[in-house]
């Protein structure tokens, strides 16, 4: 029973622990005048440097940035103070140069304090919001432009063209990509079938030239007859008189040579 008793106390110490942390952290309370002086060197300082002092900032090492706003007694880390950097520039691209700034607001979130205000510009108005942790450091600044009614439906109306004109600027090439598809069998199949071979004409057999038939030249001289006649009378021994010489013909082969 002593046992019990110990225990359900112990309970109900735990529970009264954790309902006063909670309290604790709902009431704590942040200087607002405070966190305005922040806030306020950050907007001063930001619209009076250049863009080379700006990015003199961002050429720091991480150890160099941290000393260096340490030593202006502002509670920001160098990765923080370089998003606030960005965040104003962008907001400077699309409202202007900075004139002034209105009254701040402060409202409490679960991760700290915001401070809101409105800021003048040259182009347009826009919103500064000054986060901070719960243990009230500067966490981020975000410059929301004030669009009126009219600009922001004809920008919503320039996005929806954009967006439709680009979804149907891609149905019609994925619909040339597809009416390009019956063709791939065809080119496939062309480039399947291998050329057949050039098969070259027989060349004729080459024909020897006729050689022209060298035909001796009959001779008809009745001198060189008698001659011939007598020789072969005088060989047989007989009288050329029994001899007619008709024609005379060369060989082609002369054994007498």
Do not use: H
């Not at 112990?10 to 006063?20: A, D, E, G, K, W």
């Not at 200087?31 to 306020?40: G, I, K, R, S």
């Not at 003199?56 to 998003?83: A, I, K």
């Not at 719960?134 to 600009?151: C, F, P, Q, R």
């Amino acid at each position: 029973m002593k046992k019990k008793i110990s225990l359900l106390g112990l309970v109900l110490i735990l529970t009264l622990s954790l309902f006063t942390g909670c309290s604790k952290s709902e009431t704590t309370e942040y200087d607002q005048a405070e966190l305005e002086q922040y806030a306020d060197f950050i907007i001063q300082n930001f619209s009076a440097m250049t863009e080379e002092q700006m990015e003199s900032f961002q050429d720091m090492s991480e150890l160099e940035l941290d000393l260096t706003l340490l030593n202006t007694g502002v509670p920001v880390t160098g990765e923080s103070f370089l998003g606030m950097i960005d965040a104003w520039n962008a907001g400077m691209e699309e409202c202007g140069t900075f004139v002034d700034r209105g009254e701040y607001t402060m409202e409490m979130t679960n991760d700290g304090p915001v401070l809101t205000t409105e800021g003048n510009f040259a182009d347009r108005d826009a919103t500064l919001e000054f986060a901070f942790d719960d243990k009230g450091n500067m966490g981020s600044l975000t410059v929301s432009a004030s669009y009126t009614t009219g600009e922001i439906l004809q920008k919503a109306g320039l996005n929806t063209v954009l967006g439709m004109g680009t979804t149907f600027v891609v149905l019609i090439f994925l619909s040339f990509i597809i009416w390009l598809l019956k063709y791939i069998p065809v080119l496939e199949k062309k480039f399947r079938k291998s050329p057949a071979p050039a098969v070259e004409a027989p060349q004729a057999a080459a024909v020897p030239a006729a050689v022209p038939e060298i035909e001796d030249d009959v001779t008809d001289d009745t001198e060189l007859a008698a001659v011939i006649a007598a020789a072969v009378a005088a060989s047989e021994g007989t009288s050329p008189d029994g001899f007619v010489v008709r024609s005379i013909r060369r060989r082609k082969s002369n054994k007498w040579n």
